[in-house]
Every structure is written in C-alpha cells, then in structure tokens.
C-alpha cells in the first residue's frame, strides 16, 4: 500500500463529512426536508430567482440530481418557477410561503448543529480551519488534475 492508513486525511474528513449530515439529517427531518431540499431552500433564500443549474452549483450536487430535488419541492408547493424575463429557456425559481415555512423550521434546528461545531472553536481557530479545508480542496483538485 502506498500510503498507511493514519496517515491518511481523507479517512477523518469523509467521517467529519458523515457525521455533519446525519447530523443535519435529523436536525431537519421534522420539517419533512431532506439535506438536498433543505440546501436548495437555504440558497434560494439569499438568491431569489436562480436557475436549477445555479443552485446545483451553489448546492454541490448535479444537474440531474437538482432537478429531482427542485421537482420534488414545487410538487410541495414549496417553490415555483417561472421563465426568465429574457431567457425563456431558463427557469427563475423562488421560495413560496410555504417553503419559507419549512426552511425557517428546519433552520432553526439546523443551526444547533452549526452553532455546536462553531462552540468547539474560537474565531481565529474557525478562520485557521476554514483556510485548512481551503488549502485540502486546492490539493485534491491538483491531484485530479494529475491523475
């Protein structure tokens, strides 16, 4: 084996990883959302209007994948969507009373999860750790490019 497993990061991010969305998993089933919905909420929230392929992007998830979330959430009536003013191909989507109503309730358990993670640090530790997975991301995709 080229490298031994203590030595290998991407072991304890994946369980951070894991451990954050079950996490969130649970925080936010009672308001009948699962992370992707919520996610999607959660950017539709701050940017009123954008397309499925932007919250895809803004969500970290595929087009395709978007497109089942974004399907299942207007079948809820928690979005709608309307074409765009000049680009009728492009979709605008925006929360609906009712999606609002779930993103607040789910947000509000949410934010015990993130508040919890925040508590464990002090501000410079957040800024240090958010500049560390900066640097592990930058590293990962250097690595894809090489392989």
């Known amino acids: 084996m080229g490298m031994p497993a203590d030595e290998r990061l991407g072991l304890d991010i994946k369980r951070t990883e894991q451990a954050l969305i079950a996490a969130k ?70 929360l609906t009373e009712a999606g609002r109503a779930a993103l607040e309730a789910a947000d509000e358990r949410a934010v015990v999860v993130e508040r919890a993670i925040a508590a464990e640090f002090s501000a410079e530790e957040r800024k240090i750790l958010r500049d560390l997975l900066a640097r592990c991301g930058e590293a990962i995709a250097r690595a894809a490019r090489e392989l």
């Open 25 to 94: 998993q649970a925080a936010i089933r009672p308001a009948g959302l699962t992370v992707p919905q919520y996610a999607a909420l959660f950017a539709l929230d701050g940017n009123p209007g954008m397309s499925g392929a932007a919250l895809a992007r803004a969500c970290l998830v595929t087009p395709q994948a978007m497109t089942v979330v974004l399907k299942n959430l207007e079948e809820r009536g928690f979005i709608e969507r309307s074409p765009h003013p000049w680009h009728r191909n492009v979709l605008e989507t925006r």
